[in-house]
Each structure stands twice: as structure tokens, then as C-alpha cells.
């Protein structure tokens, strides 16, 4: 296993603080005088589950008194967090995400719950998926993450799948792929040629390229990364300037997806994007996250049939890897109401009816293990919750190393990405980082080893400008 990509060693991660602004749809906290105040954003489907849950909660914790839903907007949270936390306004209960947690911790924002939660608590905590967990635990002596004290609890947790249409599969007359194991990229390449339609006014490709969410995957699978173990060195060339190895191998595999027509060309792309191609049955096998799967199964959306299966295995790498998300609920370190605060989260996070509730409801999967792989299995299994056939995959990479290995040998991990761990993505989907020249790469119009070497100076300098000014703004 690559350590350094589910072990992280940081002082300060994510956002640099940000100038105040005006928030929205954010009041302080106890503005109109509610005994206990939570911030968070949500859709309006999602919002009506979340008022559901929270009179549940109240008829439970009568001693909690009133509580009050602040429902901000997602695209402007970060700011909105920033500006409560510098101006002492922050709600009781608030979203974090996990490459937060260690600047909270080291500038004591937020709290630490272990000390709050009872046996009871910590009981039910334990049925979570350790891996979402573990992404809100930090240590403020040695400044690793994923161990140490615990600073939020999740709020869900998801995994980009691959989706592949089995309507394509069945018009070319292509086996689907195994339930169980991952394929090697070899194998991948060999399904992928068979599901080509060379067609102008109806063609089809084996797969696609959406570069943000395939490339990390890839690479991930193929035992690569980006960065060094601190997140602040870019490592696509080593200290000679010699291109990463598997890092090369990447990049060639997906040049030659494209150059032999088994993938959209960017041309391809520009004239109709690979997510409309693929919901209009155009493209073999496309990354899709657990909250995708609503979309996919609506008919008005998706007239195919689809399942879900694992991401290709490199020839470096040993296990199939997904990227992996998860916020959670975090207490403001100086609020009056911190135990009631802590069982505001823990109820949210793992209260078995509000669990079934979210994942009925198309929200998120269960957080509870016990309660996804046994009740809501069952409910997938007999077709009671609309899903995929082969809904194991996400199970398998929701549990990371701890599923084991497929009969093939190869094992299964969900990923951070290590740009959710740095001040900000400029170096990665900026104007000018990694991404911004994928299709000049794609299209063959420059080298693997060549891209690397110059992304490593470029990139490099963009993220060295996000940790200075991190630094600065930290005080460090």
C-alpha cells in the first residue's frame, strides 16, 4: 500500500483564511434565540429529511431545548465559515470537511470529542466506516491526520464507482465485467476496443476522460501520486528532473485511449461533453459518484441499463482505487452548548431512522456498516431501494483495506485526492495548473515525460504561493 497517500503528515491544511464577506442565508449564532444553532447547506429535497431528523431529535433530547437549522449556500460556505470563525459567530455545529481539521484544531476552533462522548456514543461511532472516521482524527503534537484525537464526525461519506452501460455491452455482444475483480489495464483496453462504433451519426466509445475525476484514480490504481508526504513538494519529477515512473506510465495509457479512438478526443469532448454522452448511451464506462446514482436511475435521464464495477489496475499498482469524499459535523470550540452539540452530531451521524431516512431517499449511503451491509443490502438486493445490481463495489471501496482482496488478488481503497490537503487547487485545476493542458497532452501534441517536467515547475510555483500565504495568514 502507498502510504503516503492514506497517511498524511501536515501542520496546517486547506483554505487560507479568507477576508470576511457578507454571508448568506448564515445568521449568528443564537441570533433569534434558539437554545442550540447548526450550520449547514443543503437542496431543498435534502432539507425537508434534515428538519425530519431534527424533530425526531428534539422529541428525544427534550433537555436540548430548540434547535435551529441555519442553511447557508454551498458555493459560498468556505466563506462563510471563515468570516464566523474570525468574527466569534460561528454556530454551535458547523460542516466541516477533512483537510480543514488541522488548521481548527491548531488554532482551536473546534472541538475535540472524545472527552464528550459516552460508552453509548462511542458504541455507535464504531459502526461507522473507519475510513471516514479516521478522515477527521488529527494529532497536534506530531501533526499527522487519520490518527489522534477526533474533531467531527461524518455527515456521509462517498466514493466515485465506474458505471459501465450494459445496453452497449449487450448490442456489441460483449461479456460484462466480473462483479468481483477489478481488471487489469490491459484487460480494460481489450472491452473498451470491443464497444467502439466507428459512426459519425451514431457513434459510441469504450470509455471517457472527465480529466478531474479519472485521472487521480488511474494513477492512484497504478501506485503513483502527486505530492510529498508534507502535501507542499510536487513530486511528478524527482529531484534529478527524471518524470515519476508510474506517473509516465499514466499518462501513456490514457494517450493511447484516446489516440486509438477507444475515448472522445478533447476535440470530441468541446462539441458535446462526455457527460452528455454518456447519459445518451454513447460511452462504455464512465466515473460516477454515489450521488449520481438517483440521476442514473431515472428513466427521463438514462434510457439504458447500467451497473457499476471497479476502476482498471496499472501494472505498478496492486489495488483498484476510487476517490473518496466526506464533510462532517464539527462543535465550535467556543460555544455554551458543547455537550448538547455533541449529541446533536452523534444523533445525525448515526441514528439508525435518520440513516434510513438519507439513504431512502437517494441523499447518501448509510454511515452505519452494520445497518448498509445487512438492512439496506437487503432492500438493494430485492430491488425495495433502487440502486445498481452489483451495488458491492461501493461497499467494497467504502471499506477500503479492510474489504481484503478479490479473488484476483488486487484490493480495493477509497482515496482523498491530495489536492483536497493543500491551501487550494490552483496548482491542480487552475488557470494554470495540471489540468489546464490535459487536452494539448491528450491529443499527443506533447510527451508524458515532457508534461510532467514542465508541470513540475509551474505547479510547484503555484503551490509554494498557496503555502506561503497560508502561512501568512496563520501566523506561521
Not at 477526533?150 to 466515485?160: E, I, K, M, Q, T
Not at 491530495?418 to 489546464?436: D, I, K, R, V
Not at 491529443?443 to 514542465?454: K, P
Amino acid at each position: 500500500m502507498n502510504k503516503r497517500i492514506f497517511k498524511r503528515c501536515l501542520c496546517g491544511v486547506l483554505t487560507a483564511a479568507m477576508a470576511a464577506t457578507a454571508l448568506v442565508g448564515f445568521t449568528g449564532c443564537g441570533d433569534d434565540g434558539a437554545d442550540l444553532t447548526v450550520m449547514i447547506y443543503a437542496q431543498d429535497h435534502e432539507m425537508e429529511i434534515y428538519e425530519s431528523m431534527l424533530e425526531n431529535f428534539e422529541a428525544e433530547n427534550p433537555d436540548v431545548g430548540t434547535v435551529e437549522l441555519q442553511r447557508s449556500q454551498q458555493e459560498n460556505y468556505a466563506t462563510s465559515v471563515t468570516s464566523a470563525l474570525a468574527a466569534g459567530t460561528m454556530a454551535d455545529v458547523f460542516y466541516v470537511e477533512p483537510a480543514n481539521i488541522a488548521r481548527y484544531a491548531t488554532q482551536n476552533q473546534i472541538v475535540a470529542l472524545d472527552d464528550y462522548l459516552d460508552e453509548a456514543q462511542q458504541e455507535a461511532i464504531a459502526d461507522i466506516w473507519p475510513d471516514a472516521v479516521n478522515a477527521f482524527r488529527y494529532d497536534t503534537e506530531t501533526g499527522e491526520t487519520e490518527v489522534g484525537a477526533l474533531y467531527a464526525l461524518p455527515h456521509d461519506y462517498s466514493v466515485f464507482m465506474y458505471a459501465y452501460n450494459k445496453t452497449l455491452f449487450d448490442s456489441k455482444g460483449v461479456a460484462y465485467p466480473d462483479n468481483d475483480n477489478p481488471m487489469t489495464w490491459d484487460e480494460f483496453r481489450d472491452v473498451c476496443a470491443r464497444l467502439v462504433t466507428e459512426d459519425e451519426n451514431a457513434p459510441t466509445w469504450g470509455c471517457a476522460i472527465p480529466s478531474e475525476f479519472y485521472v487521480p484514480q488511474l494513477l492512484y490504481s497504478n501506485g503513483g501520486h502527486f505530492l510529498s508526504e508534507n502535501n507542499r513538494t510536487l513530486e511528478l519529477t524527482d529531484a534529478n528532473g527524471t518524470p515519476q515512473p508510474e506517473f509516465v506510465e499514466t499518462l501513456e495509457y490514457l494517450q493511447g485511449l484516446v489516440a486509438d479512438g477507444l475515448a472522445p478526443t478533447p476535440e470530441e469532448d468541446a462539441a458535446l461533453g462526455v457527460y452528455q454522452r454518456w447519459i445518451s448511451g454513447q460511452i462504455g464506462f464512465y466515473p460516477t459518484g454515489t450521488w449520481d446514482v438517483a440521476n442514473f436511475n431515472n428513466p427521463e435521464i438514462v434510457n439504458f441499463e447500467w451497473d457499476l464495477t471497479y476502476f482498471p489496475v496499472g501494472p505498478s499498482g496492486s489495488y483498484s482505487a476510487a476517490r473518496a469524499g466526506t464533510v462532517g459535523y464539527g462543535v465550535y470550540a467556543n460555544s455554551d452548548n458543547i455537550e448538547n452539540a455533541v449529541k446533536f452530531i452523534e444523533y445525525y451521524s448515526t441514528n439508525q431512522e435518520g440513516q434510513q431516512q438519507l439513504a431512502e431517499g437517494g441523499i447518501q449511503l448509510p454511515n452505519l456498516m452494520s445497518y448498509a451491509t445487512e438492512t439496506f443490502a437487503s432492500q438493494l438486493e430485492s430491488g425495495e431501494v433502487a440502486y445498481a445490481d452489483n451495488y458491492q463495489v461501493v461497499f467494497n471501496y467504502m471499506a477500503g483495506e479492510s474489504a481484503g482482496t478479490a479473488p484476483n488478488g488486487y484490493g480495493y481503497r477509497n482515496v482523498m485526492p491530495e489536492y483536497f490537503y493543500t491551501p487550494n487547487q490552483l496548482w491542480w485545476n487552475g488557470a494554470e495548473g495540471f489540468l489546464s493542458e490535459m487536452p494539448t497532452l491528450l491529443e499527443g501534441g506533447i510527451s508524458a515525460e515532457d508534461y510532467l517536467i514542465a508541470m513540475q515547475t509551474t505547479c510547484q510555483e503555484l503551490l509554494d504561493t498557496a503555502w506561503a500565504e497560508y502561512d501568512q495568514a496563520i501566523g506561521g
